[in-house]
């Protein structure tokens, strides 16, 4: 029954073009099951494939990435990025891997590249097609991973730093594995145009490294250039298109356009390529919004999304051809962006979904790093403010090549922030390094929001590079099911939860039905101050709206948060809480206003609740039972962490304030009826909250 419910929600997410184009899809793959691969004299020009595999070797007609010469020049530059890269190969000819939060396995020889040595699966060898993915019994991400084959380049790196013929055998040695056992159609490794696509940029780059080795035999090249071949048409031909057009499709045309760059012996590559990049550059514009911002509304998608554009936009350079303006645009503004979220040295944001997908892996880092993208973007663009926020290493001299990019300008200030209008990101900064983002925008990109999570109004605060109200992450795709739910969870993010119920309805896993629409009231970054609200819980049988006014001025140490919750009626019954989910790295206690927060036993924030009406504390950490209170350090892994916040009642109208202030602040009055140091009074017409804290003291009124 949930099977079917998932399916007719997912038809509802769908036009009558895309459910006519999925239906056909069936047809595409009932003849690709029939169909015979071409040979590699079937696909090169004039059949000669003797004289292809010259030119291969030769690299004429094509740019150069991974190259011998350029090798000896970046080991000399990096030394420390070497070393790493020269350890991730010996690990690697050991047979050891490791994918995203799960424990290191070892590939036991004769190597199943359908077999998850984890949870001990073997993944049929059936004809893709046919495949459930979402139903099976092992992590189909551990799987797809170790089958992108995105391990080959750094061996290729390897080998070219070295010149050990080890790194070149242990590469070919799983390449002509993986092609046995790897038909095009058949296994979880073909299932579906963008896997195909992502690994064919590694296996394309790879390639080009190995093309001196005597190990890289014409037999060889052309059993890889047929799969390429092969790649690369079912990347245009099972695009991702309608509700699935994000970055899968933008990874499809990436590998086809990566392909017809590094092979231009293939017949269609000219066709292809001007395929690829006409809508490279469309994509870029759709998926890179005005301000910068990625549509999907998930950093992590954002910055993956700009690696393929990079490493399209870097061979195109490379072999002295014009990027086109669509994309060259596309990833300064993205990178513009993100150096305005990260800073010279803040804490990288986490909200909605983050896969850790590489477009290219060109060093040993775990996971992708938005310092070492910007570096990259500065080096084949020139973007100077991506070349001053960036780190170079090993992956921005290999992208950058011999003559990298010279900053074009001077790099944007970081000022008191930034308001992203599109994308729905206010950062506000302040004295003492303090950093604040909220959350206005819309949950997610196409009618699925598939990478979004309802984080409406959500913040995020860290002060001088801690962070201290922190995004869980996203928890887990298909490993661990229960923890997705909750970390997509309105409930999971420092927002307000009404009725138990997340802001926008869950249709699965990666769907969402009925969405939050955000409206922005006021945003003042030069005062440190904004104001918005939401109609997620108008649905509700007691329908709600959720106003959030966040005040952070730029001269004062303390936040101050104020949530007004209206019900559509004077008797709208109110059951809501605030959440703050802290940094794993602290602890709480109670304190006589709220929660003190401490770090390795020093105290860094007092949190002070107050309300309108009676509220209740709330505090929970690592509750296995509930999946609340985790942080979410990887994919698949998870620590335990405290989520703090205010449990209120009323009817009507209720407000709820919460103020971040730094230790010894607070201020107090014996005596007082009104003694606490954050009071919150309404009457018909304004809504009045008084933070008691010295010099950081605050003020504010709210009209009603």
């Keep these: 029954m949930r099977k079917l419910e998932w399916y007719s929600r997912r038809l509802a997410a769908m036009s009558v073009g895309e459910i006519a184009w999925r239906a056909s899809g069936v047809v595409r793959a009932a003849r690709d099951e029939r169909r015979r691969l071409p040979t590699a004299a079937e696909i090169v020009a004039d059949g000669a494939t003797a004289t292809a595999f010259d030119g291969f070797r030769a690299a004429d007609g094509r740019p150069v990435l991974l190259d011998r010469a350029r090798a000896a020049t970046i080991a000399d530059e990096y030394p420390d990025g070497l070393a790493a890269v020269l350890a991730a190969a010996e690990r690697l000819v050991d047979g050891r891997v490791q994918f995203f939060g799960y424990p290191a396995a070892r590939l036991v020889e004769p190597i199943d590249w359908s077999h998850d040595p984890v949870a001990d699966v073997h993944w049929p060898r059936i004809a893709s097609g046919r495949l459930n993915h979402r139903s099976a019994a092992g992590d189909a991400k551990w799987i797809w991973e170790l089958n992108r084959l995105q391990h080959l380049p750094l061996l290729a790196q390897a080998y070219l730093f070295t010149g050990d013929e080890r790194f070149a055998e242990t ?23 963008f896997e195909a696509g992502v690994r064919a940029i590694s296996i394309a780059v790879a390639l080009q490294g190995l093309r001196d080795s005597p190990a890289t035999t014409r037999d060889r090249y052309e059993a890889v250039l047929v799969v390429l ?74 910055l993956f999304t ?99 990019a010279t900053p074009h300008g001077e790099p944007e200030p970081l000022g008191a922030g930034r308001h992203a209008a599109d994308g729905g990101l206010v950062v506000l900064r302040g004295d003492g390094g303090r950093v604040l983002t909220m959350d206005v925008g819309p949950l997610g990109y196409l009618s699925i929001a598939a990478h979004g999570h309802a984080d409406a109004l959500a913040l995020t605060l860290a002060v001088d590079g801690r962070e201290i109200v922190s995004d869980p992450g996203a928890g887990s795709y ?114 006589p206003a709220g929660h003190l927060v401490h770090a390795a036993g020093t105290l860094v924030m007092d949190v002070v609740h107050a309300a ?29 962490a405290c989520w703090i916040g205010a449990a209120v009642r009323g009817t009507g109208r209720v407000v709820v304030a919460t103020a971040f202030v730094p230790p010894g602040t607070l201020e107090s009055r014996p005596g007082d009826p009104l003694d606490g140091p954050l009071l919150v009074t309404v009457d018909e017409d304004t809504i009045l909250v008084t933070l008691r804290a010295g010099d950081a003291s605050i003020v504010e009124r709210i009209a009603l």
């Design 171 to 193: 590469a070919w040695h799983h390449l002509d594995g993986w092609l046995a056992q790897s038909p095009p159609g058949h296994g979880i490794a073909w299932r579906g145009a």
């Design 306 to 404: 700009g690696d393929l554009l990079l490493v399209v936009a870097a061979l195109l350079r490379a072999a002295d051809r014009p990027v086109p303006e669509g994309m060259t645009a596309g990833l300064d503004r993205s990178a513009r962006y993100l150096a305005a979220l990260v800073g010279d040295d803040d804490p990288v944001p986490r909200y909605g979904d983050d896969d850790e997908g590489f477009a290219l892996r060109l060093d040993d880092a775990p996971v992708p790093d938005v310092r070492t993208h910007l570096a990259a973007v500065g080096a084949v663009t020139g973007d100077p403010t991506a070349a001053a926020r960036g780190r170079a290493g090993v992956t921005s001299a290999w992208l950058g090549g011999s003559e990298p």
């Design 478 to 591: 298909y490993g661990h099911p229960d923890r997705r739910r909750v970390h997509r969870s309105t409930r999971a993010h420092a927002t307000v939860e009404v009725a138990g119920a997340d802001q926008s309805t869950t249709g699965g896993p990666f769907l969402w039905t009925d969405r939050a629409q955000v409206r922005v009231r006021r945003v003042d970054v030069a005062g440190g101050v904004v104001d918005a609200e939401h109609d997620g819980y108008t649905r509700l049988a007691d329908p709600v709206v959720h106003r959030r006014r966040v005040v952070a001025a730029p001269g004062s140490p303390a936040v101050l948060v104020v949530d007004v919750l209206t019900g559509a009626a004077a008797d709208t019954r109110i059951e809501a809480r605030t959440t703050w989910p802290l940094h794993p790295d602290l602890d709480v206690i109670c304190g």
């Design 612 to 640: 309108d009406v009676p509220f209740t504390r709330e505090e929970v950490r690592g509750d296995e039972a509930s999946g609340l209170g985790w942080w979410a350090d990887r994919l698949e892994s998870r620590l335990p």
């Design 229 to 302: 071949d092969e790649s690369a048409r079912r990347c245009w031909d099972d695009r991702s298109r309608y509700s699935s057009a994000n970055n899968h499709l933008v990874g499809e045309l990436a590998g086809l356009a990566v392909v017809s760059l590094l092979h231009p012996e293939l017949t269609e590559s000219g066709p292809r390529l001007a395929r690829a990049l006409r809508h490279l550059a469309h994509e870029a514009r759709a998926q890179i919004l005005p301000d910068g911002a990625g549509a999907e509304q998930a950093f992590a998608y954002q």
